[in-house]
Nanobody, 123 residues
Framework: QVKLTESGGGLVQPGGSLRLSCAASGVTLDYYRIGWFRQAPGKEREGVSSIRSSDGGTYYADSVKGRFTISRDNAKNTVYLQMASLKPEDTAIYYC????????????????WGQGTQVTVSS
């Protein structure tokens, strides 16, 4: 059984930084993508960033390129999302997710979800 547990959300001022963590267990296939989606109130869930298990290849949504960095610690089975230069429009619930495919835009292709962690960017 796959379990994804997020942590690290909170309230931060515009321009600030925050790091999200996702501890993963039970992922048995060799090839998958793991990363983050987010959903703001009244908006659709969107893919933010992911990292590929096979070669560490990364994906970033245009809206976060240059500000967010995804990384992984294989020994801890944990994926991190370092978020910098945060903007109010980054406010959302951030969900850790696993997909056995190679795309990261459509949430319908996600196979496993975490429970989500709230990120609020406000002064």
């Amino acid at each position: 059984q796959v379990k994804l547990t997020e942590s690290g959300g909170g309230l931060v001022q515009p321009g600030g930084s925050l790091r999200l963590s996702c501890a993963a267990s039970g992922v048995t296939l060799d090839y998958y993508r793991i990363g983050w989606f987010r959903q703001a109130p009244g908006k659709e869930r969107e893919g933010v960033s992911s990292i590929r298990s096979s070669d560490g290849g990364t994906y970033y949504a245009d809206s976060v390129k240059g500000r967010f960095t995804i990384s992984r610690d294989n020994a801890k089975n944990t994926v991190y999302l370092q978020m910098a230069s945060l903007k109010p429009e980054d406010t959302a619930i951030y969900y850790c997710a696993v997909s056995y495919g190679d795309s990261w835009g459509d949430p319908t292709y996600v196979d496993h979800w975490g429970q989500g962690t709230q990120v609020t960017v406000s002064s």
